[in-house]
């Protein structure tokens, strides 16, 4: 008989539903940051290279395979198509987009070296964002829920459930 070689695939995850429950858990509070929108309001956020760690952990393989940037009169807007392989056995190549936009500081010279960069990254984030809750899919969002007949606002906590939102507005 002759010597046969097997081929053992090792998967992260053993189907679409693994990696669906996958995308759909919140960030680990240490991966956030803030970004301060004046005065006291804060955004979150996830840093690229959380987001690009984490898509290196879940895919086989991505890319961004399409880039366009756009001048605009005191900005540039940015968009990017990503191409992605899961990490379970029969998978297929998924495909999604991101755009951002970054307004240029007025007496700043080197818009173009940092400018378009940042807007790069952010619709590159946008795009993996549009996957799920690891991603921050739902970070800073606010929702208006209809509990027995009442609208109240509730926000998605740091774990991604819904609560009422306090009285005092925090």
């Given at each position: 008989m002759e010597n046969e070689k097997k081929t053992i695939e090792k998967y992260l995850f053993k189907d679409f539903e693994e990696y669906k429950n996958y995308l759909d858990q919140a960030p680990l509070d240490e991966w956030l940051q803030n970004r301060s929108l004046g005065g006291s309001k804060n955004h979150q956020f996830l840093p690229l290279f959380i987001l690009q760690g984490n898509a290196d952990l879940i895919f086989r393989e991505w890319y961004v395979i399409d880039e366009k940037a756009l001048s605009i009169s005191n900005g540039v807007a940015f968009t990017v198509k990503v191409s992605a392989l899961p990490d379970y056995p029969g998978a297929e190549t998924l495909f999604f987009t991101g755009s951002a936009a970054v307004q240029f500081k007025e007496k700043a010279s080197n818009h173009i070296e940092f400018d378009l960069?940042?807007?790069?990254?952010?619709?590159?984030?946008?795009?993996?964002?549009?996957?799920?809750?690891?991603?921050?899919?739902?970070?800073?969002?606010?929702?208006?829920?209809?509990?027995?007949?009442?609208?109240?606002?509730?926000?998605?906590s740091s774990d991604f459930s819904l609560r009422k939102k306090p009285e005092n507005g925090n």
């Open positions: 960069p940042n807007a790069r990254e952010r619709a590159v984030g946008k795009a993996f964002a549009t996957l799920g809750n690891i991603f921050g899919r739902n970070l800073n969002r606010t929702y208006k829920v209809n509990q027995g007949g009442q609208i109240k606002t509730a926000v998605v």
